[in-house]
């Protein structure tokens, strides 16, 4: 079945560095969506990408989808403690359900103050 | 004020019973689903609802079993058969508006099995 891989799985950033997290495709995905767990919180949607090489940015947030769209990226510039969090990639077969998210395992970020 | 409701927020039950899981939403959307949470983990499907009266299992139906007799709710039954139950769930649902397929989740309930 498809696999959606994510990494890192945690990182530790002191406040003010940067902290990217990668999320790759077994298979070409018709688009892909970030969201953002809270600790103790539930998934909030942050964005969705769907054109190869479509670069999205939300102030401090940069959102990037593959040229052979397998493949995403998330790069949060000098971060701040309300960053933290779980950020999951989560992407929609190309050729599946359009209705089914398959997400991948997360990485959850600290940021030390 | 629209959302999704998921009740009870905590859960404990007694190995051997069967548990249903509510979760309710007024946003009028088609799609429902259902996620289980572990530790440090993603998100995994376990049923999900395209429209009323029908639903498809997902990565992990077993075990679990749902209903979809009304578009605002989707609960979910933990039967004595689902080996490791204890897990955060998680209840979404979804719109095609505007061209994005956003999920929008509940705030999860968490069952603990004794």
């Known amino acids: 079945g498809q696999q959606v891989m994510q990494i890192p799985q945690y990182q530790h950033v002191q406040e003010g560095e940067d902290f990217t997290t990668y999320c790759n495709s077994s298979?070409?995905?018709?688009?892909i969506q970030w969201y953002k767990q809270r600790p103790g919180g539930h998934p909030v949607f942050l964005i969705q990408l769907v054109k190869s090489g479509e670069v999205k940015k939300q102030k401090r947030l940069t959102f990037q989808f593959g040229e052979a769209k397998k493949n995403s990226s998330l790069h949060i510039t000098a971060t701040q403690t309300t960053d933290v969090g779980t950020y999951f990639c989560a992407g929609f077969l190309a050729s599946g359900s359009a209705r089914q998210l398959t997400f991948g395992s997360g990485t959850q970020l600290t940021v030390l103050p | 004020d629209g959302g999704i409701t998921q009740s009870p927020k905590y859960l404990f039950r007694k190995e051997g019973q069967n548990v249903t899981l509510s979760c309710e939403q007024n946003?009028?959307?088609?799609?429902m689903y259902w996620y289980r949470q572990d530790p440090g983990q993603g998100l995994r499907l376990i049923y999900y609802?395209?429209?009323?009266?029908?639903?498809q299992k997902g990565d992990i139906a077993e075990g679990y079993s749902v209903s979809r007799e009304k578009k605002e709710s989707f609960p979910l039954t933990v039967t004595s058969a689902q080996k490791n139950p204890t897990a955060f769930y998680l209840c979404?649902?979804?719109?095609?508006?505007?061209?994005?397929?956003?999920?929008?989740f509940g705030p999860g309930t968490r069952l603990t099995v004794l």
């Open positions: 609802s395209q429209i009323v009266n029908d639903f």
């Open positions: 946003l009028n959307h088609d799609a």
């Open positions: 298979t070409t995905l018709s688009n």
């Open positions: 979404a649902s979804s719109t095609r508006r505007g061209g994005t397929d956003t999920q929008y």
